[in-house]
C-alpha cells in the first residue's frame, strides 16, 4: 500500500476546476518534507508539475497550483482541458522509512 | 540540452542477472542525485533509490534495499540498477530520473525514456 493516499479517480467537464487530495502522516507530509507533483500522460514519462508545495517549474500553465496543510496536500486544475487527462501523483519523503522518498498511489483524472 | 537516455527494453528469464543503465548529458553528471523509480503494469509510481555519482552515496528504500543495486560511473556520466537474480515481479517499466537540485529530498525533474524489463519462464 502506498505510504500517501490519493483518491483513485477525479473527474470534470472542460472548464471546471478538480482537486486531488492526497493524504500522509506525521512522519512525511506532517514532517519537514516537502511535497512534489507529477503528470503521467499515457505512455509517457512523468513530469513534474508542481515542486516544493506550491512552485511551478517553467512552462506549467498557471491553471495548475499546489497547497500543502499538516499531513496533507492538494493539487488543484482550474480551466480542465482535454489535454489534462492523465494520471496524477504526489511524492515526499518520509523519515520512518530512512528519509527515501514515497509516492501516493496516482490518481487517473478524466476529462468527460 | 539536460537529457537522460536509457538502455533498451528487455526481455529476461527468472534467475537471470541484468544491468540496466542511464547516461546522463547536458549537465554536471557528478554533483546531481540521480534516482530509479518503477512503475509495474497498470501500477503507480514507486522510488526505489537514489545516488550521488561524484561519491557514489547510495540510499534505498527499504522496499527495494538488497533487491537491486544502483550504481554510477561517473567517467561514462552513467548510472545502473542491477538485479542479480530477477524474479517475474521484476516485470516493471524502470525509469531513471534526475534531482532538481542537490539535496535528496529534492523532487525527480529530469527523467529517462523508461526501460522495459519483462521477466518470465
Known amino acids: 500500500q502506498p505510504v500517501l493516499t490519493q483518491p483513485p479517480s477525479v473527474s470534470g467537464a472542460p472548464g471546471q476546476r478538480v482537486t486531488i487530495s492526497c493524504t500522509g502522516s506525521?512522519?512525511?507530509?506532517?514532517?519537514?518534507?516537502?511535497v512534489h507533483w507529477y503528470q503521467q500522460l499515457p505512455g509517457t514519462a512523468p513530469k513534474l508539475l508542481i515542486y516544493?508545495?506550491?512552485k511551478r517549474p517553467s512552462g506549467v500553465p498557471d491553471r495548475f497550483s499546489g497547497s500543502k496543510s499538516g499531513t496533507s496536500a492538494s493539487l488543484v486544475i482550474t480551466g480542465l482541458q482535454a489535454e489534462d487527462e492523465a494520471d496524477y501523483y504526489c511524492q515526499s519523503y518520509d523519515s520512518s522509512l530512512s528519509g527515501s522518498g514515497v509516492f501516493g498511489g496516482g490518481t487517473k483524472l478524466t476529462v468527460l | 540540452e539536460v537529457e537522460l537516455v536509457q538502455s533498451g527494453a528487455e526481455v529476461k528469464k527468472p534467475g537471470e542477472s541484468l544491468k540496466i543503465s542511464c547516461k546522463g548529458a547536458?549537465?554536471?553528471?557528478?554533483?546531481?542525485?540521480i534516482g530509479w523509480v518503477r512503475q509495474m503494469p497498470g501500477k503507480g509510481l514507486e522510488w526505489m533509490g537514489i545516488?550521488?555519482?561524484?561519491?557514489?552515496?547510495?540510499r534505498y528504500s527499504p522496499s527495494f534495499q538488497g533487491h537491486v543495486t544502483i550504481s554510477a560511473d561517473k567517467s561514462i556520466t552513467t548510472a545502473y540498477l542491477h538485479w542479480s537474480s530477477l524474479k517475474a515481479s521484476d516485470t516493471a517499466i524502470y525509469y531513471c530520473?534526475?534531482?532538481?537540485?542537490?539535496?535528496?529530498?529534492?523532487?525527480?525533474?529530469?527523467w529517462g525514456q523508461g526501460t522495459m524489463v519483462t521477466v518470465s519462464s
Open positions: 506525521s512522519s512525511n507530509i506532517g514532517a519537514r518534507y516537502d
Open positions: 530520473s534526475r534531482l532538481v537540485g542537490t539535496t535528496t529530498v529534492d523532487p525527480f525533474h529530469i
Open positions: 516544493i508545495n506550491n
Open positions: 545516488i550521488y555519482p561524484d561519491d557514489s552515496d547510495t
Open positions: 547536458g549537465y554536471n553528471f557528478n554533483n546531481f542525485w
